[in-house]
Nanobody, 117 residues
Framework: QVQLVESGGGLVQAGGSLRLSCTAS????????MGWYRQAPGKQRESVAV???????NYADSVKGRFTISIDNAKNTVYLQMNSLKPEDTSVYYC???????????WGQGTQVTVSS
C-alpha cells in the first residue's frame, strides 16, 4: 500500500504561480508512472501531466509551456510547478501513481487550486 499526500494548493490571482507537492509514503518512482490530474465541478477528471520512471513527461495541451512536472527522489516527492495560471485552471488537483503492469494505482486526497480573474 502507498499513501500519497498532496499540498500546495490555494487561491492565486490570474497570472500567478503555485507549486503542488505530492509525497509518497515510500519511494515508488522507479516502478510507477506519476501524474497530476484535475477535476472541476461538473466535469470529468482529466490528466494534466505525467512523468515516467525514465523521466519522460507528457502534458495536456491546455497546460503545455506553463506547467512542469518533476520528481525529487531523495524526498519521495513529485511536484507540479504551475505558472501563468488562468481561471480555467481552477480545480481540485490529484496526485496519481500507476503501475499498469501489476495493476496497482493510488490516488491522493486532492488539493484545491482556485485562480481568480
Amino acid at each position: 500500500q502507498v499513501q500519497l499526500v498532496e499540498s500546495g494548493g490555494g487561491l492565486v490571482q490570474a497570472g500567478g504561480s503555485l507549486r503542488l507537492s505530492c509525497t509518497a509514503s515510500r519511494n515508488i518512482f522507479s516502478r510507477y508512472v506519476m501524474g497530476w490530474y484535475r477535476q472541476a465541478p461538473g466535469k470529468q477528471r482529466e490528466s494534466v501531466a505525467v512523468i515516467s520512471s525514465g523521466g519522460t513527461t507528457n502534458y495536456a495541451d491546455s497546460v503545455k509551456g506553463r506547467f512542469t512536472i518533476s520528481i525529487d527522489n531523495a524526498k519521495n516527492t513529485v511536484y507540479l510547478q504551475m505558472n501563468s495560471l488562468k481561471p480555467e485552471d481552477t480545480s481540485v488537483y490529484y496526485c496519481n501513481a500507476a503501475n499498469r503492469v501489476v495493476g496497482y494505482e493510488y490516488w491522493g486526497q486532492g488539493t484545491q487550486v482556485t485562480v481568480s480573474s
